[in-house]
C-alpha cells in the first residue's frame, strides 16, 4: 500500500505467534510492504507452523525470546521501526491463580519492550491493551492498567529523539480462545448453554477490525495516547437466542474477577478523552515530552463514560448469526 507508515520499514511483533500476532503480521505483509517482519514469541513449535504457513517468505524474522528477558529484546529491537507489543498472559484464572507470573509477563515485560525500544531508537512503539485494564477488579486487568501507564510515561524518556509510544485499548476479539461464541456453538448440540449472567453485555470486535484499528492507531500517533475504537456490544443472551434459541440455559454465576459489564473510558479519562468518527483518543494529562501536540477530534461531553450496557449500538440476532457462522465451535 503507497503511503502506508509500514511501508519500508522494520517491524517487531512481541507474542507475534499468537492469534493477532499471526493476522496482524498476514495483513502488514499482504498490503503494507514492510521491509522486514521480526517475530518475538517463546514458542518453537508455533514459529515453526507459522513458517510453513507463510510459506518461506524471505521477509519474515523468527526470534524466540520472552518478554521478560531485557537483553534478548535489546538485540532484537536493534535496527527496527515499529514495534507491536502484543505479547501477555491473558486468561483472567491464570492470571489470578499465578500472579507472580502475570506481573513478571505483563508489568515488567512492558518496562523491558519500553527500555529496549529506547535503547534501540524505535520511531514508533504501539501496546496492545484491554478493556479490563479499566477499573480492573482482576490481576489481569491491574497488570495491564500498569502497562498502560509504563507505556504513556515511557514517552518522558526519550527525550528529542522521534521515538513514540502509545497503546490501544479494546474489548473481547470474537471467536478468540476462550469466549463465548465458540463456546455455545459447542454446547448447542449437547442442548444445554452454561451461562453466567444473562444480563452480562460485552464489547465486540473482530480480529480483522483490531488488526485495521491498530494500523491506523499507527499512523495517528504522536506519542502517549491510548486508543479506543467505536465497536458495538452484545448481551449474552442475544447470543444465546441468536445460537441456539431452543437449548435449556443453566445460570452458573459470573467467575471469579469478572464483571458484569465493561468500561473503555472512565468518567474521569474522559476530561482528556476526544472522538472522531470511528475512535476515541485519551490524551495523556501532562505530555511533558511534546507541549505542541494536535489533539484531534472533538471534546466528549463531561462525565462521558464509554460502558457496553450504556452503548449505543448493539449488535442484533442476524449479526451475531452472521459472525458465528465464521468461527469454529470450541474444542
Known sequence: MAGSVIQGKVVLVTGGTGSF?????????????????????????????????????????????????????????????????????????????????????NVRGAENVVAAALEAGVWRTLSLSTDKAVNPVNLYGATKLCA???????????????????????????????SVIPLFKTQALTGELTITDESMTRFWITLDQAVDFVISSLSMMQGGEVFVPRIPSMRVDAIADALAPEATRRIVGIR????????????????????????????????????????????????????SDTNTEWLDAGAIRAMAELIPAAD
Not at 514492510?34 to 515453526?48: C, F, G, H, M, N
Open 148 to 178: 498502560e501507564k509504563i507505556v504513556t510515561q515511557s514517552n518522558a524518556y526519550s527525550g528529542s529523539s522521534a521515538s513514540r509510544f502509545a497503546s490501544v485499548r479494546y474489548g473481547n476479539v470474537v471467536g478468540s480462545r476462550g
Open 256 to 307: 471469579p474477577g469478572e464483571k458484569v459489564h465493561e468500561v473503555l473510558i472512565t468518567e474521569d479519562e474522559s476530561r482528556n478523552a476526544r472522538v472522531l468518527e470511528d475512535r476515541f483518543i485519551i490524551y495523556p494529562p501532562y505530555p511533558s515530552w511534546t507541549m505542541g501536540q494536535e489533539l484531534l477530534g472533538e471534546e466528549v461531553p463531561p462525565g462521558f463514560r464509554y460502558a
Open 21 to 105: 500476532g499471526k493476522a496482524f503480521i498476514e495483513r502488514i505483509l499482504d498490503e503494507h510492504e514492510p521491509a522486514a517482519v521480526r517475530i518475538y514469541s517463546r514458542d518453537e513449535l508455533k514459529q515453526t507452523e507459522m513458517a510453513r504457513r507463510f510459506d518461506g517468505d524471505g521477509r519474515l524474522r523468527f526470534l524466540i525470546g520472552d518478554v521478560r528477558d531485557r537483553d534478548r529484546l535489546k538485540l532484537a529491537m536493534r535496527g527496527v521501526d515499529i514495534a507491536i507489543h502484543a505479547a501477555a498472559l491473558k486468561h483472567v484464572p491464570v492470571c489470578e491463580y499465578n500472579p507472580f507470573e502475570a506481573v513478571e509477563t
